[in-house]
């Protein structure tokens, strides 16, 4: 009768250390990802590849501790931008002004791309006008022109 007993709680032990079992890499490193290294390397805190980094290794424990108690990734990630800050956003939330990260560049791609042919076209009308308007009429020319013969005679 004892063996049975023995067996399963031993089966139950199993059960109980898988479902606690390690996070594994893969997921940890995906987590990683959304949280910018502050230790000055540019890298995510998941591919750091700093020896003894001050930021990633506290970080990735803290990580691995929420994910190992049943959190999901949002809410991991949401204690660590608490924490730390939002200057470990890799990329901007998706609401309020955090928004302006996301539309900013592509309301400037737009707006540089219809200020150019604005420019160029101003440019060239400028260029046309300056070619008309510098010409110099001919009794002017003509002017100078007997000036210039007159002051060679006299050097002559």
Same mark, same amino acid.
């Given at each position: 009768m004892r063996r049975p007993a023995t067996s399963i709680l031993a089966l139950l032990l199993l059960a109980s250390w898988t479902v606690h079992a390690a996070v594994p890499?893969?997921?940890?490193?995906? !987590? @990683?990802d959304r949280v910018a290294c502050q230790c000055s390397c540019r890298y995510? !805190? @998941?591919?750091?590849?700093m020896i003894r980094c001050h930021f990633r290794d506290p970080v990735l424990r803290q990580i691995e501790a929420g994910l190992e108690a049943g959190q999901s990734d949002d809410e991991v990630l949401e204690q660590i931008y608490a924490e730390f800050g939002s200057e470990t956003r890799v990329e901007p939330r998706d609401e309020g002004f955090e928004m302006v990260g996301w539309i900013a560049p592509f309301v400037a791609l737009l707006a540089g791309l219809?200020?150019?042919p604005w420019v160029v076209?101003?440019?060239?009308?400028?260029s046309k006008a300056r070619s008309r308007g510098d010409s110099v009429p001919d009794d002017v020319v003509d002017r100078y022109r007997a000036k210039i013969e007159d002051d060679l005679e006299d050097f002559e």
């Open positions: 890499y893969e997921r940890l490193r995906k !987590v @990683g995510t !805190v @998941g591919s750091c590849n219809t200020a150019i076209r101003r440019w060239s009308a400028g």
